[in-house]
């Protein structure tokens, strides 16, 4: 039976959407870690730039 009922139609989409949905979920994770990474380096830039006082002072 080559037509698809409605509701294995809407599964179907479901499901493609799920892996959309996995990917975009995947894809925000990156996003999050690589602001962290910016925020951390941009922070130490700062901290350098008013003489040290933070951590990284030497």
Known sequence: MP???P??????????M???LTALSETVQELIE????VKA??????DDCRGGG???ER
């Open 3 to 5: 037509d698809c009922t």
């Open 7 to 16: 509701l294995e139609q809407a599964l179907a989409q479901v499901c493609t």
């Open 18 to 20: 799920g892996d959309s």
């Open 34 to 37: 690589a602001h962290e990474s």
């Open 41 to 46: 380096a941009v922070q130490q830039a700062l």
């Open 54 to 56: 933070g951590p990284a």
